[in-house]
Nanobody
């Protein structure tokens, strides 16, 4: 059973920065895709960035070049750096991973980001 554990969220003032982490219980190199998503209060889940094992990162338009994804295969961890945080970034941020052809993918429990204006 794959486990994904997000961390790094918190309460931050507008204009600040955070780096979120997603630690996997097994090698992230074995996933065909990973991604960061977020869910704001009263809203549906939306993609922030998708991270294919092969190919280019894809960021949602809403990230406005303020979000940067990176990965450390040795630590089985992917990161999400968020700069110039805005109140509309307030959400639970979730990590996703999966393999093509398998019947399910995996989600972490999420980490709360709250931006105060």
């Amino acid at each position: 059973q794959v486990q994904l554990v997000e961390s790094g969220g918190g309460l931050v003032q507008a204009g600040g920065s955070l780096r979120l982490s997603c630690a996997a219980s097994e090698s992230i190199a074995g996933f065909d895709f990973m991604g960061w998503y977020r869910q704001a209060p009263g809203k549906g889940r939306e993609v922030v960035a998708t991270i294919p094992t092969r190919g280019s990162l894809n960021y949602a338009h809403s990230t406005e070049d303020r979000f940067t994804v990176s990965r450390d295969n040795a630590k089985n961890t992917v990161y999400l750096q968020i700069n110039n945080l805005k109140s509309e970034d307030t959400a639970v941020y979730l990590c996703n991973a999966g393999r093509i052809g398998q019947p399910r993918d995996y989600w972490g429990q999420g980490t709360q980001v709250t931006v105060s204006s």
